[in-house]
């Protein structure tokens, strides 16, 4: 028995130490990439002033082209919006833009009506592309809040990079060991940060137009108004075209720019996203806005 | 409660620690912390459940006992009949109520009849099949006279509950795993560490090999005719290995946890999918089910004696109870027939016992397994399909060799990478099984290298995201 226990024993935690070993080194390697959003801004970004950002979820990522809007404007952007990821994430890449100590004047944030109405604010599914970045104390701050669920396996990787690293596997340890080959690799965005959708509709069933009376709920609403505030950011509400369906705010402080209804239907990839050709008419409609409020 | 998940991370060590620390040479203390340990285990399901296999285990006690106080045959079987009526009644209400119901509705609307009939929303208890055989085996034993009945009811009520085994087996004999029960367990080293082995083994198939194809096989299944016969031909073979990884796995965990119990439960598989032919797939494949079948029904039925037209009816009738053992459903009795029809020639020519006693290989024996293999994967197709209609969509869409693109599984980076890893796993296991094979290994044993490289495959290519519940629980 005691042989056993003591075997166990060593074996458990020297299997542990290794895997741990492991799982630090591809973290390591993945921190040093540009795979995903928040490495990318850290390593491949070396600008530190901008004239404005977009933050959004897969709507900000697809629908506005950076690279079109500053050669509009003549601004200098950067979209840093990223999929499946809700309002809670983009205060949180917000804060890590800021905590890398870089500024910008504006930040435009690509809402849905779903988002700004769901009150409760939970872990999103893309969250873990910020455990490169587990020691900078907003990423940890975020993951001790929000991830309660389960094992919390991000909220406990800061000492124990194995529980994130295991649990997401396919999404961070392949890829780790792929961007320790090539560390410039992005993962579906371009050098702006964008991203788009081919001309082919998806997914587009066709349905009765309505019109969502939008009441905001969400307090990462709040939470990003007041990041803005204390950093004399002006925040910029922008509502993406959605299929067949007519988003009315209520009244507030900020500029809001709502083209929820603006788009020929043949240019929908699906309900919720544009075509690429969809997307420069989405961008230049957004300019002309801009120009026009300015 | 799962074994791949935190709340058994933490129970098992507790048990461990109490059943060897704390009643060490303790035998009716270890026996009810077993029992009260594998009460807990399923009640974390659902305690309402456990009153069902209370009933059972107290029914069997009382019938045991009394079929030992009495020789009077008319009375025997009259309570060999109330434990029989007992457990299959609660097995046939849970199990088949709804499935006979609506089977009787659509029989009479076929001709023409509509029939009203009550079905009712009936919650399956989590492995009832099992432990019902398992309880039954103990009064079919006692009235065969090949089995003393226990007078302890803590000792026959941990058999009966025993957690490792409980939800997805194997279904114990009564004769094998009840005298352990009554037997001081020490401590052995050799058996711990054998079984600390089985359970990453086991894991590996389970979270590695049958989860990761899982993520594949569901939608291919849910919607065949939206696959090209090039993906529904890999996603069969797949289904083929998450089921293995899924059965064999937990049957090895479940055998890996019983020996760091000083319990010895009976093999379940042997490596299946190097069978040369279909009966040799039988002896290998859920062996415990077989067996139990072969025991209790084939040869009370005559078995392989008599005529070969009686012989054929056995056979028949044990692959349509065992596919009806699976699940109320057409697609596992269809299922149990198509393996007895490719049972048939091997019986008719008398060549079901030819690969039996061979244990070596030669180069003809790849052919016969590779051909094995594709029709078990064949009729897997109807053990899988929700239903028999979209089964015969995946085979006659499958036949229809209309193109042999795979993009489904390549439509993106993160399913590449996921389909690389399925692969793969599948490759390590058939790699590792088939080492064993040639070293005519009947169970699984890993040395220290084989063990680490699969504690790295658990953690860095298990699909801990996709966890899926384990198949056989809902059997």
């Known amino acids: ?294 | 409660m799962l074994f791949n998940s935190l709340e058994f991370l933490l129970f098992l060590p507790t048990v461990f620690v109490l059943y060897w620390f704390v009643f060490k040479n303790q035998l009716r203390a270890q026996n009810i912390l077993l029992l009260v340990a594998s009460y807990v285990f399923y009640g974390w399901w659902d305690w309402r459940f456990l009153s069902l296999i209370v009933l059972s285990t107290a029914i069997d006690y009382w019938v045991g006992l009394q079929l030992e106080k009495t020789a009077e045959s008319s009375k025997r079987k009259l309570l060999l009949g109330l434990s029989l009526t007992a457990n299959l009644g609660m097995l046939g209400f849970f199990k088949y109520f709804n499935f006979f119901v609506q089977s009787w509705v659509d029989a009479w609307a076929s001709v023409g009849v509509t029939m009203q009939g009550t079905t009712l929303e009936i919650i399956l208890p989590v492995g009832i099949s099992f432990y019902t055989f398992q309880t039954l085996s103990y009064t079919i034993d006692i009235y065969r006279k090949q089995l003393q009945p226990t007078k302890s009811f803590i000792d026959f009520a941990a058999f009966v509950t025993f957690f490792p085994q409980l939800v997805a087996g194997p279904i114990e004999r009564a004769s094998h795993l009840l005298p352990q029960f009554y037997k001081k367990r020490v401590f052995q080293y050799e058996q711990a560490a054998a079984g600390v082995q089985l359970i990453i083994w086991g894991m590996f198939k389970k979270v590695v090999v049958a989860d990761n194809c899982a993520f594949f096989v569901n939608p291919i299944f849910e919607n065949p005719a939206a696959f090209s016969s090039g993906e529904l031909a890999v996603g069969m073979v797949f289904f083929a290995f998450q089921i293995y990884g899924d059965f064999s796995g937990y049957s090895d965990i479940a055998i890996g946890i019983s020996k760091l119990f000083g319990f010895d439960l009976m093999v379940n598989f042997k490596f299946p999918y190097f069978s040369r032919d279909i009966a040799e797939f039988w002896r290998r494949w859920h062996i415990s089910l077989s067996t139990w079948f072969r025991d209790y029904v084939y040869i009370p039925l005559g078995g392989s004696r008599g005529s070969k037209g009686f012989q054929l009816r056995n056979v028949f009738i044990i692959f349509l109870v065992s596919g009806f053992w699976h699940g109320a459903n057409w697609t596992f009795i269809l299922w149990g027939l198509l393996h007895a029809l490719l049972f048939l020639p091997l019986l008719l020519g008398n060549w079901n016992r030819t690969n039996l006693a061979s244990k070596s290989y030669g180069w003809l024996d790849v052919l016969k397994i590779g051909t094995t293999f594709t029709l078990v994967c064949v009729a897997w197709v109807f053990f899988r399909a929700d239903s028999l209609s979209l089964a015969l969509t995946y085979l006659e869409q499958l036949s229809s060799l209309d193109s042999f693109s795979l993009r489904f599984f390549i439509k993106n980076n993160a399913y590449t990478l996921l389909f690389l890893l399925s692969v793969l796993a599948i490759v390590i296991l058939s790699v590792r099984e088939l080492l064993w094979v040639l070293q005519k290994r009947e169970t699984p044993y890993l040395n220290r290298y084989w063990t680490l490289f699969l504690l790295l495959a658990i953690f860095f290519m298990g699909s801990f995201k996709n966890q899926m519940d384990f198949i056989y629980f809902q059997f």
């Open chain 1, 1 to 294: 028995m005691q042989k056993f226990v003591i075997k166990i024993g060593i074996y458990g935690v020297l299997s542990f130490v290794l895997l741990n070993a492991i799982a630090f080194g591809a973290l390591f390697f993945l921190g040093k990439s540009q795979l995903y959003k928040p490495q990318f801004l850290k390593n491949g970004v070396p600008t530190t002033q901008f004239d404005y950002i977009v933050l959004g979820s897969s709507t900000g990522l697809t629908t506005l082209d950076t690279k079109t809007i500053d050669s509009v404007m003549q601004w200098n952007g950067l979209n840093l919006s990223m999929d499946d990821s809700s309002l809670n994430s983009h205060v949180l890449m917000l804060e890590y833009f800021l905590s890398l100590g870089k500024k910008t004047d504006k930040v435009i944030l690509c809402v849905t009506p779903w988002d700004l109405q769901n009150p409760t604010n939970t872990l999103n599914d893309n969250d873990y592309r910020f455990l490169t970045e587990i020691n900078n104390p907003v990423i940890y701050q975020h993951y001790q809040t929000y991830d309660t669920k389960g094992l919390a396996v991000l909220k406990y990787s800061k000492y124990f990079p194995l529980l994130g690293m295991s649990y997401y596997n396919n999404e961070l340890f392949f890829p780790a060991l792929f961007t320790a080959v090539q560390p410039n690799k992005r993962n579906r965005f371009d050098e702006k940060g964008n991203y788009t959708y081919p001309n082919a509709q998806n997914a587009v069933v066709p349905k009765e137009p309505n019109t969502i009376q939008l009441s905001i709920k969400n307090p990462a609403f709040q939470r990003m108004q007041a990041l803005c505030e204390a950093h004399q950011i002006e925040l910029l509400i922008y509502q993406s075209p959605l299929y067949r369906q007519t988003v009315q705010f209520p009244d507030g402080k900020e500029t809001i720019i709502n083209h929820s209804a603006i788009l020929p239907e043949d240019l929908f990839y699906d309900p919720i996203h544009v075509t690429s050709v969809g997307r420069t008419f989405c961008t230049l409609a957004f300019c002309e806005a801009l120009k026009n409020n300015e």
